[in-house]
C-alpha cells in the first residue's frame, strides 16, 4: 500500500517466513516494496526512502539470517547524497549486503529516481549464481543476455508492472518476456510482481517462475489483484548447461563474427510505404 | 513432402495466389520450402539443391512480379562451389533477388549445410523495411535486435521448427520467442512453419504474425498438422515508432554505456549448490 512503510514491511517479513516455512531457499520481492510504486515526485521518495542500512533491508537481513535464506527485493533507497534509486538488495545469510540500482528507468520514474550507473550484477549466493533486474530492465535482450553470460543460473525480478492498455492475449507481455529470456539463455526467471490499488493503477499480474526450457514452473497467480506465493523447486546447476539439443548451445552458437558487424544493408529501391 | 519438388513448389506457387487474392502484399512461406526439412546428408542436399536463380525462386520470382508482391521463403541453395546452404530469398517485384544464408545452424542441419557468413539482412522492400531471420536464427536476441537496429520494421522468420518434448504451454518457445522479440525491438514479427509428416517429425505448429505491442496478430493455425493462411493487416511504418508509453524508447533507452563492460560482480562466497 502506497506509503505504509511499517506494513508494507510486515507484509513482506510476514511472505519471505511463509516462503520459508514452505521450503524455499530463495525468495524474490516485488519492486520498491516498502513504499509502493507510485511515488509522487523526488520529495516524496526522500520522505519514504532510506539508505541500504535502513529498517527495511536489516530487516530481510535479520530474516535471511533467522531462515538461512537468499532474499531479494526492491526498496526506495536514498544514497549517500540522499538521491532516490529504484534499487534492489541481494541479501545472503551472514554475508554482506549487494544493492544494485535500476538502470533502466520506466515512465514517471524517470522524475522521481536517478538511473543506476553498474550494470545488473550476478552474486555467487549459497542457492547457486543469481543475477538481478529490476522490472523494465529485464525487457532489454542485453540485460538478460548479459547476466546469463555472467554466470547468472537465475535472474531475479523485482518488478512492479503497470497494465497499459488491455492485457495482451494469451499471456501479459512481461511474462511472455521473461519466458523467453528463460528459453534463450537457459536460465530460470524468478519474477516478483505488485498487486493492490495505488493512484488508479492496475497492474500486470506478471509474478512467475520460469524454468531454461521457458516453461511455466510456477504462476501467474489465479487473481492479479490479490497477493499469493508462487513456490517451485529448481536445481540452478542445470542451468549451467546451455545445451540445446544433441548439436547446439545457446551461447556457444552465437555469432559473434557477426552481430558487431552487423548495419543495414538496404536496397536503393524507394520505400512507398 | 520431403523431396517432392515439383509438388512442393506447386503448393508454394497456390498459397502465394491464394495469400495475393487475399490482398497480401508481402507473404512469407517456410524454411527450406522445396526440398523439405530433414535431408538426409550432404549427397541429399545436393541432389535436391539448386542455385538461387533455380526452378523454385524463379518461380517466386514471375509471382512476385504478376501479382506485384514480395515473396520470403526458405530454400536448399547450392551455391556456386555446389555446396548445400540453408538460404531464404527475397523477392520484390522488379527488384533484383536478394539471397540470405542461414547463419545458426539448428541440429542435423550442421551435418548438411554450411552456415552463411554475412549478417541477416534488411531490405528496402516496396511495402517497408523487411529483415530476415531463418528459424534458430530468430531465438538469438542478438540477431531480432541487430535487425531492429538496423531498420527492420517486419522480421520474415521461414522457420521449420521440429516440436522437441512435450509442446511448452500455454504457448510454443518459438512463438513465446517471436513475440518477445516483436514486443522488446517494437517490430512486426511474420514467421511460417512446416507442417505435415517428414521422418516421424512432429512440428511446432509456430506459424504466427505478431504486432509491435508483442500481441498475435494472426495465428497459430487451429491444427498445427494442416497448412493453412494467416494473414494481418499491419503498418510497417508504425514499427518505426519505438517509444513505449510516455517517456520510454526500446532502443533509445539502451545502457550502451553498460552492457559492453557487464562482468561477473561474483563474491568470494563458496558455491554450495
Known amino acids: 500500500m502506497l506509503g505504509d512503510l511499517d506494513g508494507n514491511r510486515a507484509r513482506a517479513a510476514q511472505a519471505i517466513a511463509t516462503a520459508a516455512s514452505a521450503g524455499a531457499q530463495l525468495v524474490v520481492l ?29 530487516g530481510w537481513r535479520a530474516l535471511s539470517d533467522a531462515h538461512g535464506i537468499v532474499v531479494i527485493g526492491g ?20 554475508a554482506p549486503v549487494t544493492v544494485y540500482r535500476k538502470t533502466h528507468l520506466w515512465d514517471r520514474e524517470r522524475l522521481t529516481f536517478t538511473a543506476g550507473d553498474e550494470a545488473p550484477p550476478v552474486l555467487d549466493t549459497p542457492v547457486g549464481r543469481v543475477g538481478v533486474a529490476i ?17 547468472a543460473e537465475l535472474i531475479a525480478v523485482p518488478m512492479n508492472s503497470p497494465l497499459e492498455g488491455p492485457p495482451t492475449v494469451p499471456l501479459p507481455v512481461e511474462i511472455v518476456s521473461a519466458l523467453a529470456a528463460a528459453y534463450a539463455n537457459r536460465v530460470i526467471v524468478a519474477q516478483a510482481d505488485r498487486c493492490g490499488p495505488e493512484r488508479g493503477i492496475d497492474w ?33 546447476a542445470d542451468a549451467r548447461d546451455k545445451r540445446l539439443g544433441p548439436r547446439n548451445d545457446v551461447l556457444a552458437d552465437r555469432r559473434l563474427d557477426l552481430y558487431a558487424t552487423q548495419t543495414p544493408t538496404i536496397e536503393t529501391k524507394e520505400n512507398v510505404t
Open 135 to 151: 522490472c523494465y530492465d529485464a525487457l532489454f535482450p542485453e540485460v538478460m543476455r548479459g547476466l546469463a553470460i555472467a554466470g
Open 204 to 236: 500486470a499480474g506478471a509474478s512467475v517462475i520460469c524454468d531454461p526450457d521457458g516453461r511455466l514452473a510456477a504462476g501467474p497467480l489465479p487473481d492479479r489483484a490479490r497477493t499469493g506465493l508462487l513456490t517451485a523447486c529448481l536445481c540452478l
Open 30 to 58: 516485488p519492486e520498491l516494496v516498502s513504499t509502493g510504486y507510485a511515488l509522487a515526485d523526488v520529495a516524496q521518495a526522500q520522505e519514504l526512502g532510506e539508505p541500504a542500512d535502513g529498517p527495511t533491508v536489516s
Open 75 to 94: 526498496f526506495c533507497e536514498l544514497d549517500a547524497d540522499g538521491t532516490p534509486r529504484n534499487s534492489a538488495a541481494v541479501v545472503c545469510p551472514g
